[in-house]
């Protein structure tokens, strides 16, 4: 039996965890990083991806959607995505609806990118981009996203075009 701790106890460690100004500052520090991103990927790929505007709220993840017209027609989208637990920057392929998104895992779950026991709550997979961000040295850390997305996106599309998925 799991025992979960009265809501007063976590109240405790969470107004603990504000008093000092550190976590809502480092917070607004992460989500600007992915902010100056997506402005990048926008003026990096335009014309070639629409991309989205940044989604925040929980402490779990801050991302933007990116998404070309064939993506798009096949009702798919990928996301640079802030994982907050583990501290790096994800791919995640993305589907319109639940039902896309779990006929797409079906048919890609024996790839690199897909897990084949179990798909994701949220995704058809997850990708890490960025395992280790150094958040000191921007510059590298844009390069280094930009780098794994050219890459692992066009892997892909490659794949969903090979198999008309």
Known sequence: MVVTK????QI??????LESGELQETYQSLVSIVQNL???FSKRYDGEYAVGGVLHGYLDFTYFYIQNSYLKSH???LAIVLNHQQVRFELWLLGQTKGVQKRYWHKLKNTDWASAQRMPKYSVFEVPLLESPDFDD???????VYS???SLSDQIVKALKLGEI
Do not use: D, H, M
């Open 6 to 9: 009265s809501l007063n106890t």
């Open 12 to 17: 405790s460690f969470y107004k603990q965890a």
């Open 38 to 40: 997506r402005t990048e």
């Open 75 to 77: 009702k798919l989208k």
């Open 138 to 144: 921007l510059n590298e850390l844009s390069v280094s």
């Open 148 to 150: 794994g997305f050219e």
